[in-house]
């Protein structure tokens, strides 16, 4: 049985940048706001030492701040060099407006 983390609410996700990085058991996290939809991945990119949520987020992707690596939110995988590793996503729930993460792969 996962287990849920309350982590934020979602008007705490920035409405310019659609992003907002949080903590899950020590470990950086990136949330995003996908007109809607709630989304989490590993905060740093696997490329570089760069916080996705510096990024800039469009249409489903984040771009890394630090290489221009782009990634695809939903499925985590690379969608350009230089980046080849996929991103680690989080399982997420949303219940009134709070934001829950589990540790668990999504």
Same mark, same amino acid.
């Given at each position: 049985?996962?287990?849920?983390?309350?982590?934020?609410?979602?008007?705490?996700?920035?409405?310019?940048?659609?992003?907002?990085? &949080?903590?899950? =058991?020590?470990?950086? &996290?990136?949330?995003?706001?996908l %007109?809607? =939809?709630?989304?989490?991945? %590993?905060?740093?990119?696997?490329?570089?030492?760069?916080? @996705?949520?510096?990024? $800039?987020?469009?249409?489903?992707?984040?771009?890394?701040? @630090?290489?221009?690596g &782009?990634?695809?939110?939903?499925?985590?995988?690379? %969608?350009?060099?230089?980046?080849?590793?996929? @991103?680690?996503? $989080?399982?997420?729930? &949303?219940?009134?407006?709070?934001? $829950? @993460?589990s540790?668990?792969?999504?």
């Amino acid at each position: 049985m996962a287990t849920w983390t309350p982590v934020a609410q979602v008007g705490d996700i920035s409405p310019d940048t659609g992003t907002l990085r &949080v903590a899950l =058991e020590g470990e950086a &996290v990136c949330l995003y706001d996908l %007109q809607g =939809e709630i989304c989490a991945t %590993q905060d740093r990119c696997p490329h570089g030492n760069a916080s @996705l949520a510096d990024g $800039y987020m469009e249409d489903g992707t984040i771009e890394c701040p @630090l290489h221009q690596g &782009v990634f695809d939110i939903r499925s985590g995988k690379p %969608q350009c060099p230089p980046v080849t590793t996929d @991103l680690r996503r $989080y399982a997420v729930r &949303v219940e009134a407006g709070t934001i $829950y @993460l589990s540790p668990e792969a999504a």
